[in-house]
C-alpha cells in the first residue's frame, strides 16, 4: 500500500507538536485528519498545510476528554475512509506549578492537588485509552496500523532514580505518573495485539519549544514531530511496544 492511500489521524494536531507529525506525515504523502479542540484553529492548520502543498489534510473539532467526539471522529472516518492507518495520540495536558528553570529542581508530590491528579490523568491517560479503543476496530481495517502514543522521558521510573540521570530534579508528579501509566498502556495494549499488523509505541518528542515546553526548551518546534513520525511509519519489521526519541530506545 502506498503512503497516498494511508490515513493518519492526530489529536490536538492544530499546533505545536501536532501541527509538525501533521505536516511530517502530509509530506509523506498521507492523507492528515486533525483534531483540534478550537474548530476554527484546525480549519487555519488545515489550510496552512494546504498552502504549503500539502495534499489530503481536512480538519475536525474534537476535543479528547469529550467522549461525544470519540464517537463521532469514528463515524467520520468511517463515512470517509472506511478504516483508519495511523493514529497519533497527541494531545495532552500538564497542570502541575513547576519551574523546571529553578535552582535545585523541582518536586510538586506533596503539593500536588487531586483535583490536578484527577484532571491530567482524564486527559493523558483515560481519555487516550477510550478513544484508542473506540478507534481500533477501524485500525484493525488497515493492512498495517500503527498507534503513537505521546509520551515524555518524565515518565521514565529508571531515569527519575538515577541521580546521574538529566531529568533526576525534575518531578512534575501529576504529569510525570501520567506518562508513566501511559506508557504501561503502551505495552499492554501492544501485547494484546501481538500477532497483528498493527503496532504500538511510545514517543518522547525531545525538549520542545512549545506552550507547554516553554522558550527555554533546546529543540525547535519544527524538530518535535519527528519521532512521530518516525513511529507511525515503521516497516512491517519495526518494533512494537517500546519507548523511543528519534529511533533510540529510552529505560521504562
Same mark, same amino acid.
Given at each position: 500500500m502506498s503512503t497516498r492511500d494511508?490515513? &493518519?489521524? =492526530?489529536?490536538?494536531?492544530n499546533k505545536g507538536i501536532g501541527l509538525e507529525t501533521a505536516r511530517g506525515l502530509g509530506q509523506a504523502? =498521507? &492523507?492528515?485528519? =486533525? @483534531?483540534?479542540?478550537? $474548530? %476554527?484553529? @484546525?480549519? %487555519?492548520?488545515?489550510?496552512?498545510?494546504? @498552502? $504549503? @502543498? =500539502? $495534499?489530503g489534510v481536512e480538519a475536525i473539532r474534537f476535543d479528547v476528554d469529550r467522549p461525544g467526539d470519540h464517537? $463521532?471522529?469514528?463515524r467520520y472516518l468511517q463515512d470517509r475512509h472506511g478504516r483508519l492507518d495511523i493514529l497519533v495520540n497527541n494531545a495532552g495536558v500538564a497542570l502541575d506549578e513547576a519551574d523546571f528553570g529553578a535552582p535545585g529542581g523541582v518536586n510538586t508530590?506533596?503539593?500536588v492537588t487531586p483535583e490536578i491528579l484527577h484532571r491530567t490523568f482524564e486527559t493523558n491517560v483515560f481519555s487516550v485509552v477510550a478513544l484508542t479503543q473506540a478507534l481500533l476496530p477501524l485500525l484493525r481495517r488497515a493492512p498495517a496500523g500503527r498507534i503513537v502514543n505521546l509520551s515524555s522521558i518524565l515518565g521514565s521510573l529508571t531515569l527519575h532514580s538515577d541521580p546521574a540521570s538529566p531529568i533526576f530534579d525534575m518531578k512534575a508528579f501529576a504529569y510525570d505518573a501520567s506518562k508513566t501509566a501511559l506508557n504501561a498502556f503502551t505495552v499492554h495494549l501492544a501485547h494484546e495485539l501481538r500477532g497483528t499488523p498493527i503496532k504500538v509505541n511510545s514517543a518522547h518528542p525531545g525538549w520542545v519549544k512549545t506552550d507547554m515546553g516553554g522558550p527555554s526548551a533546546p529543540m525547535e518546534?519544527?524538530?518535535?514531530?519527528?519521532t512521530s513520525v518516525l513511529l507511525a511509519t515503521l516497516p512491517d519489521d519495526g518494533p512494537s511496544g517500546g519507548f523511543f526519541h528519534l529511533g533510540e530506545s529510552l529505560p521504562w
Open positions: 494511508k490515513v &493518519a489521524f =492526530i489529536t490536538g494536531a504523502g =498521507i &492523507a492528515v485528519l =486533525i @483534531g483540534s479542540r478550537d $474548530e %476554527a484553529k @484546525g480549519r %487555519a492548520a488545515a489550510d496552512r498545510l494546504r @498552502g $504549503e @502543498g =500539502i $495534499e464517537q $463521532e471522529v469514528v508530590t506533596s503539593a518546534v519544527s524538530e518535535g514531530g519527528r
